[in-house]
């Protein structure tokens, strides 16, 4: 029987972290103190916001996902039509053809008249590899849809993404707290040796644990705080952190954050003004890495983005 993830999240206090809250930041709309408003540093930060944006609404971008199934040990038929184990948006074929997983090996049969491509050329039976493999996920296209295998702790996914999704289409923006340099930190990167093993919580219900490669120690208002990446991806490290914001004017179930990876010295910046809606946020069939105890800061983060649609609701 088809069964459509959805997951809840819970907003963050304070309370979950050292207790206490502090409020730093300006408030208002526009373009926070001591930055100029034509800054070089302003201009940076709306010319990266533009990318990221950009990013979001490719045509393969977060707002298209519109369906996250489970795949257990077994054949599963799909499609559009109510009697397939995986039922698949309006707008793809009512029977589309079946995935047989044996052993966390998946093994697509696409019906003839499905219209499924790979790499441009009609699909044919094939093993579809998940995002684990070194090359990436097999992407199967499929008119203004796509899909393709995704592997977590918890097991074998079938993610799926359509083009002409209603959030996409309807896509507005997002608004953002004032860009200001004092959200813009110093902060000294500690290198744990060996990395440390962390569990990081996500919004399927289940923890993942990752390889910590170290902690960034920064000071704000003159008190020191520790943010741990999860990891180290190419020249920088990746960040979900939660704050006292969180739930209220920012989402609940946290925001992310790459910052660069610091040169020999350990020095490196940590830049608020470039923290972003994860993708669960915009959709619930994301797999969204949620903060860890350690990364939940005692005060309002008041910088980045804000909260979008609906997403104030979320609980974890």
Known sequence: MNRILKFSCMVIGATLA????????????????GVSKQSDYVKSINEWHDG????????????TLVGLFPLSNGTHTFGSASDNDITLPAG??????????????????????????????????????????????????????????ISRSS??????????????????????FPVSDKWRVDAVFERYNPPHPVKIPNVLGFEETVQCPGVLVFKINGQTYRLEPMAQEGDQLSIVFGDASSGHDTYGGGRELYVPMPGPDGKTVVDFNKAYNPPCVFTTFATCPLPHRENILPFRVEAGEKMWGDSQHAKF
């Not at 050292?18 to 103190?33: E, K, W």
């Not at 990221?52 to 707002?63: C, H, S, V």
């Open 155 to 176: 097991g074998l996914y079938l993610r799926v993404k359509d083009a002409n999704s209603p959030v996409r289409k309807n896509f507005k923006g997002i608004d953002r």
């Open 92 to 149: 793809s074929p009512g029977h589309a053809g079946s995935l047989t997983v044996q052993d966390s090996v998946v093994t697509l049969a696409p019906l003839p008249d499905a219209g499924m491509t790979l790499d441009g050329k009609p699909a044919t039976e094939t093993t579809l590899a998940s995002d684990a493999s070194e090359s990436g996920p097999t992407r199967v296209q499929m008119g203004s849809m796509q899909f393709y295998v």
């Open 52 to 63: 990221r944006i950009q990013r979001l609404t490719a045509e393969d971008g977060w707002l």
């Open 18 to 33: 050292c207790g206490g809250s502090v409020s730093i930041g300006m408030g208002g709309a526009g373009v926070g103190a």
